[in-house]
């Protein structure tokens, strides 16, 4: 089974969440791109981000950014300060770029993991595909 989200509804939800405004398009089959406004030396800049699912595992991303050092900065930067807000304790930080995104551990998506495996989440021109499959009961 599938459901499937456009990217604006992805933009909007952040907004609503985050209160920022974070555009996102595809990328590839597993990848979007994500824009972030940034000042620097009185100009703003816009810094892409390419952010890949790698896999899905028991209500788990493993995911990878694309970027060099100042991208990292930024990531780990906002990573950290992800920490202390609710919710936190779903990022991982992992080596080589990666971030583990646990799912599972938050109450809403927890409970919905106790009624259907996620299989994949891919991306095409106009959609993020949340591809799962439910539980027998």
Avoid: W
């Avoid at 000042?39 to 390419?50: C, E, H, I, Y």
């Avoid at 646990?102 to 595909?129: M, P, V, Y």
């Amino acid at each position: 089974m599938q459901f499937r989200l456009t990217y604006q509804e992805i933009s909007d939800l952040i907004e609503k969440k985050a209160g920022r405004r974070l555009p996102v398009m595809y990328g590839g089959p597993h990848t979007v791109r994500i824009a972030y406004d940034v000042n620097v030396l009185f100009k703003t800049a816009s810094v892409g981000l390419d952010l890949t699912v790698d896999s899905v595992e028991n209500g788990n991303l493993f995911l990878s950014y694309a970027g060099g050092p100042g991208i990292d900065f930024m990531v780990r930067t906002a990573l950290g300060q992800a920490k202390n807000q609710p919710g936190g304790d779903m990022l991982e930080l992992l080596s080589d770029n990666r971030i583990l995104l646990r799912l599972s551990k938050n109450a809403q998506t927890g409970s919905l993991f106790e009624h259907i495996d996620l299989k994949d989440i891919c991306f095409d021109e106009q959609f993020a595909i949340v591809e799962f499959q439910p539980k027998a009961l």
